[in-house]
Nanobody, 126 residues
Framework: QVQLVESGGGSVQSGGSLRLSCTAS??????????MGWFRQAPGKERAGLAA???????SVADSVKGRFTISQDNAKNTLYLQMDNLKPEDTAMYYC??????????????????WGRGTQVTVSS
């Protein structure tokens, strides 16, 4: 059974940084075509893809966070990270980790992911 658990959320002031972690159990990058990604959903808005990484190493980052957010992974720890710098109030949202055994055509398409964590809240104040 696949389980994804996010951590690292919290409250920061504008311009601050946070690093989110997602620890996976029952899912590894040993799947040749696996992908893991980060998504977020703000109140009243649809869930949006932020960044994704494939087992082969390719990444995709949304234009809205490019240059501020960095996705990385530690295969030995089965952990996915999202480093978030220069945070803005509009980054306030629930952040989710997701995984799939075979990457979707569009890496940031939420419909292409099979497994989801429960989320971690990020709040950025001005």
């Amino acid at each position: 059974q696949v389980q994804l658990v996010e951590s690292g959320g919290g409250s920061v002031q504008s311009g601050g940084s946070l690093r989110l972690s997602c620890t996976a159990s029952g899912f590894t990058y040993s799947y040749t075509y696996a992908c893991m990604g980060w998504f977020r959903q703000a109140p009243g808005k649809e869930r949006a893809g932020l960044a994704a990484i494939a087992s082969a190493g390719s990444t995709s980052v949304a234009d809205s966070v490019k240059g501020r957010f960095t996705i990385s992974q530690d295969n030995a720890k089965n952990t996915l990270y999202l480093q978030m710098d220069n945070l803005k109030p509009e980054d306030t949202a629930m952040y989710y980790c997701a995984a799939v055994k075979r990457c979707p055509w569009r890496l940031l398409a939420q419909g292409g992911y099979s497994y989801w964590g429960r989320g971690t809240q990020v709040t950025v104040s001005s």
